[in-house]
Nanobody, 119 residues
Framework: QVQLVESGGGLVQAGGSLRLSCAAS????????MGWHRQAPGKQRELVAV???????NYLDSVKGRFTISRDNAKNTVYLQMNNLKPDDTAVYYCNADVRSFLRRSDYWGQGTQVSVSS
């Protein structure tokens, strides 16, 4: 079994910054893509950023230039640096990872961390 544990959420004023971390642990042979999603109240979950095992990245248009996703493969950890935060960024942020454990490949999710941005 694989667990993803997130940290780094909190309350910040508009224009501020936060850094989210998500560490994967368990029986892990390799991790393919890792990503961050978010879900605001009354809205559908959306993909914020994703990073491949080789380091290629993609971002939601509304966060381009403000958020940066990165990963440390040695630590099985993905990060999301969020700068110039806006009230519209308020949501629960979830990390996910496409993990291979020996011959089994599965998608795992973290428990979520709250990010609140005040105006």
């Amino acid at each position: 079994q694989v667990q993803l544990v997130e940290s780094g959420g909190g309350l910040v004023q508009a224009g501020g910054s936060l850094r989210l971390s998500c560490a994967a642990s368990g029986i892990i042979t390799s991790i393919n893509s890792m990503g961050w999603h978010r879900q605001a109240p009354g809205k559908q979950r959306e993909l914020v950023a994703v990073i491949s095992s080789g380091g290629s990245t993609n971002y939601l248009d509304s966060v381009k230039g403000r958020f940066t996703i990165s990963r440390d493969n040695a630590k099985n950890t993905v990060y999301l640096q969020m700068n110039n935060l806006k009230p519209d960024d308020t949501a629960v942020y979830y990390c996910n990872a496409d993990v291979r454990s020996f011959l089994r490949r599965s998608d795992y999710w973290g428990q979520g961390t709250q990010v609140s941005v005040s105006s």
